[in-house]
């Protein structure tokens, strides 16, 4: 735990009468003595010299409370706390996900039920990064860090992260173009007034090693300077070869931290050597049959181990990710502060990783030996490359304010935001006539040579300048009713253009040209507004509670998550579409318990989905008459029960359904892939007075179904599954403790992603373990 220390030292000379009753002032309000006697004693002394005046030393000692929660959202859109917010907003702590162990947005995101990566991606395109589903829709495209879209297919550590803002429902009001699920935010640490160190040591299974650091130094006069330090370089427990290496640093500084005008400037550089995880085949698991009819052998093989990696020691994932942002924080009045935030940020990721098919096609999938599976190989013909920069630049002005007095007041909220967003992509392939050598497919050697890849020449180029603005305003009448509502204007203006190869299976024909030769591509503009809104009405029954009910809309226009256009009569990102819309209604009620130190929510939403693109069976031609839905029930409980009781636990249920569309599944039923029909999380510790501190959580999975594919034999839908997490503290002295996390208790096997084919999966970590030394100093 930490520990707060201010100290009040000797009152220094003073030259006049004034300034040393101000002094006075300040230190008989701590110490309860009149300030009138105090200055009067002085200023009729019989001395003509200037007199000093020694206080005693007050040593006051406070205790930092652990928190899992925040009351309020980061962002000055949300004005009110989350118990009168209109919406279902869950807020992940530094100390819940630090206490889990957690390194990574997606395992801190574990807290959020039916959050989570559940799709590898399609045969070869396996997905990199934050690839996140929340509500039965990729949301990767929509994550923020301090209200600013965050670009680039990485993986976010949070060394530097204070919360995390999981907003579920349309946030096309609150950011502009969005996922349909909703957004999620990282809110950045910041400087502040008082001096603070701490580190921490982590050790565990499986190579696990990392190092972090926060140090913040107050220099008076409202400066201060914070620097944030992270170095990991760990293995990844149950996965052979694949490995996490990756440094970072962040430094906060900040002035006028006591006054009206406050200034930030913070930086952010991480570097990241990692390995990747093409998964493992799904051969042998539940509901995989052989592929081949001629072929029946492969439906009875053995399972794989599913620590096997299928690569080579050449797959990287290699990120570079700068960010610069200044914001000036100015009050007007206790009521009124402007704020504007500027944002330039960066990231650069080289990647390349041999994936697999486990087809019929003899050429990716052989068996020399029917009888022997030893002798059995997989073609590591896959290899999929990446070279891209994502950069942004962006300014955002935010205006908060309150007005009106008595029965009727407002909390208004207004803003105009400029952006441009670019993504640069470089081509690259493997040369003609190299090769990796095949993997057997129950004893994979990565250790091998053969193929050599370079610069195809292929390039493209995408850009987005979007100029917004926005208003909410949040009406009281009394202390019973509120009504709240946003709008938001977006005009967005996207270009794109490309060099590809010609011919093959996507490349444009090649004429005279030989084939693999790079020509011009796509050459495309979309430009349009968009206009959001969201529209809330609460009435709390009781100080501590709120009922409410909230409509909101958002859209994602072609281009909107990728920043890639593309003429495919098919394909959603051809300027030719209109935007993707999605309507969510959302009843519910929050409560806050124990002092308000408890917060329980629940909550009904209903999502739907339209302006899907969905092919005419008569004249095969594409339209956007297309609906899906998603609904359910969301419930959540957070904070402190007692004074040494914390929970963090949540619930949702999500039916899904495609309404006007052919099945995106592959087994042809009419729910939503990668999507949990029930997920739930809980968490709790309980701290006694001498020290110890033991707890642990319990996460479950509903079973989930993959994308429609023409792949024959492989697994249809992956099944629910439990895991169990354990932790257990304790606290030698106030500066310093060691934590010992165990996940996965009881060594649960199951399958955490899938790919569209079914040909690979991920599999769930086994039982780790991760022992922590943390210091305060």
């Known amino acids: ?155 976010r550590d949070v060394f530097n992260i204070e919360q995390i803002e999981v907003a579920k429902g349309p946030a096309g009001t609150d950011n502009g173009r969005t996922a349909p699920s909703g957004a999620i935010n990282l809110a950045t640490k910041q400087a502040f007034q008082r001096d603070y160190n701490a580190a921490s040591l982590s050790l565990g299974t499986d190579d696990q090693r990392r190092a972090t650091a926060d140090f913040n130094n107050a220099f008076g006069n409202g400066a201060a300077l914070r620097i944030n330090l992270m170095a990991q370089d760990s293995g990844v427990p149950g996965r052979d070869e694949v490995t996490n290496k990756r440094w970072g640093i962040a430094p906060s500084l900040a002035f006028g931290l006591d006054t009206a005008t406050r200034v930030y400037f913070n930086l952010l550089h991480v570097e990241q050597d990692n390995v990747p995880d093409g998964g493992v085949p799904t051969i042998g698991l539940p509901g995989y049959t052989s592929p081949d009819p001629a072929r029946p052998q492969i439906g009875a093989a053995p399972r794989v181990d599913s620590e096997n990696f299928y690569g080579t020691t050449s797959d990287h994932d290699d990120v570079t990710a700068d960010m610069f942002t200044a914001r000036v924080e100015h009050d007007f009045s206790d009521r009124t502060r402007l704020q504007n935030t500027t944002r330039w940020g960066r990231s650069k990721q080289e990647y390349m990783l041999t994936a697999f098919m486990a087809s019929r096609d003899p050429a990716r999938f052989s068996t020399p030996d029917l009888d022997d599976p030893t002798t059995w190989e997989l073609a590591r013909s896959l290899p999929t490359f990446k070279d891209q920069t994502s950069e942004i630049v962006a300014n955002h002005t935010n205006l908060t304010t309150q007005f009106g007095s008595g029965d ?259 087994d042809g039923s009419s729910v939503l892939t990668y999507t949990p029909d029930k997920a739930g999380t809980v968490w709790t510790t309980y701290a006694f007075p001498f020290g110890l501190t033991i707890g642990g959580g319990v996460r479950y999975s509903g079973e989930m179904k993959r994308g429609r594919d023409g792949a024959p034999g492989t697994p249809e839908f992956v099944k629910s599954h439990t895991v169990w997490d354990l932790v257990a503290s304790y606290a030698f002295s106030k500066d310093f403790d060691l934590r010992l996390n165990a996940w996965n208790l009881f060594d649960k096997d199951y399958v955490a992603a899938i790919n569209k084919s079914g040909y690979r999966y991920t599999p769930g970590a086994p039982r780790s373990v991760l022992l922590t030394a943390n210091f305060r100093f």
């Open 1 to 155: 735990m930490s520990h707060i220390k201010s100290r009040k030292h000797a009152v220094p000379s003073t030259k006049s009468p004034q300034s040393l009753t101000a002094a006075t002032l300040l230190t008989s309000l701590a110490l309860g003595v009149p300030a009138g006697a105090m200055a009067a004693d002085v200023a009729s002394g019989p001395s003509p010299e200037p007199q000093t005046t020694t206080l005693d030393k007050i040593d006051v000692h406070g205790e930092r409370i652990k928190r899992y929660s925040a009351d309020q959202a980061s962002s000055p859109k949300f004005t009110q706390p989350l118990v009168d917010t209109t919406q279902t907003i869950q807020v992940i702590g530094s100390d819940l996900f630090n206490e889990q162990g957690a390194t990574t947005l997606t395992e801190a995101l574990r807290n959020s039920p039916g959050v989570g990566t559940f799709y590898v991606g399609e045969n070869g395109n396996t997905t990199t990064g934050d690839a996140v589903y929340m509500r039965g829709f990729d949301t990767s495209s929509s994550i923020f860090v301090d209200g600013i879209r965050d670009l680039g297919s990485i993986s």
């Open 408 to 666: 009727v007041r407002h909390d208004l909220s207004t803003g105009v935001e400029f952006s441009r967003e670019k993504l640069d992509s470089i081509g690259v392939g493997a040369l003609d006539g190299t090769a990796w050598p095949a993997a057997n497919l129950y004893a994979p050697d990565p250790h091998v040579t053969g193929l050599e890849w370079g610069r195809t020449g292929a390039s493209s180029r995408g850009k987005t300048d979007t100029i917004a603005a926005y208003a909410f305003d949040t009406i009281k009448f009394g202390e019973r009713w509120q009504v709240n509502g946003g709008v938001r204007f977006d005009h967005y203006d996207t270009d794109f253009s490309s060099m590809v190869a010609c011919g093959g299976r996507r490349g444009p024909d090649c004429g005279s040209l030989p084939p693999g030769s790079i020509v011009p591509g796509e050459d495309a503009n979309a430009s349009d507004t968009l206009f959001n809104w969201k529209l809330g009405a609460l009435y709390k029954p009781a100080e501590n509670g709120s009922v409410y009910a909230n409509y909101a809309i958002s859209q994602q226009p072609p281009g909107g998550s990728s920043l890639e256009l593309s003429s495919s009569a098919s394909n959603a990102n051809n300027p030719v579409f209109d935007p993707q819309k999605a309507k969510t209604a959302e009843v519910g009620t929050k409560w806050q318990l124990f002092d308000n130190s408890l917060l329980l929510t629940a909550a009904l939403y209903d999502t739907r989905v339209t302006n899907e693109i969905v092919q005419d069976p008569i004249d095969q031609q594409y339209y956007q008459s297309g609906e899906k839905r998603v609904r359910g029930v969301e419930l959540g409980a957070v904070g402190r029960i007692s004074e040494h009781w914390m929970v963090s636990a949540g619930l949702t249920t999500m039916d899904t359904e495609v309404i006007d569309a052919p099945p995106v599944t592959n």
